[in-house]
């Protein structure tokens, strides 16, 4: 992913299914780790009264690229999860 477009490589049966798997589960984890953080902080009342308008601008752009990355990973195993099924 780059940016907010997706380009996909056809590896042709060449992709370690599993070991493909297991990095996205490595990814979302710490995607997901990242989001609460972001939340966090745009749940805090004092740091959103008091933060600049550009930081929290910065912070809702941070939480929903990791929004989108989550869903795209989450997106990406589902298809992998039914190729391991064949």
């Known amino acids: 992913m780059v940016g907010t ?9 060449r992709l370690d299914v ?10 979302l984890e710490y995607n997901r780790g990242f989001l609460i953080s ?5 749940e805090n009342e004092r740091f959103v009264k008091n933060a600049p308008a550009v ?3 910065l912070e809702r752009k941070k939480k929903n690229d990791a929004e989108m990355k989550i869903k795209s990973l989450e997106e990406r195993m589902k298809e992998l999860k039914k190729q391991v099924i064949k």
Do not use: N, S, W
């Open 5 to 13: 477009t997706e380009y996909f490589i056809p590896l042709g049966g």
């Open 55 to 57: 930081v929290l601008e």
């Open 18 to 27: 599993k070991g493909e798997l297991a990095k996205i589960r490595e990814d």
């Open 38 to 42: 972001v939340m966090e902080k745009l």
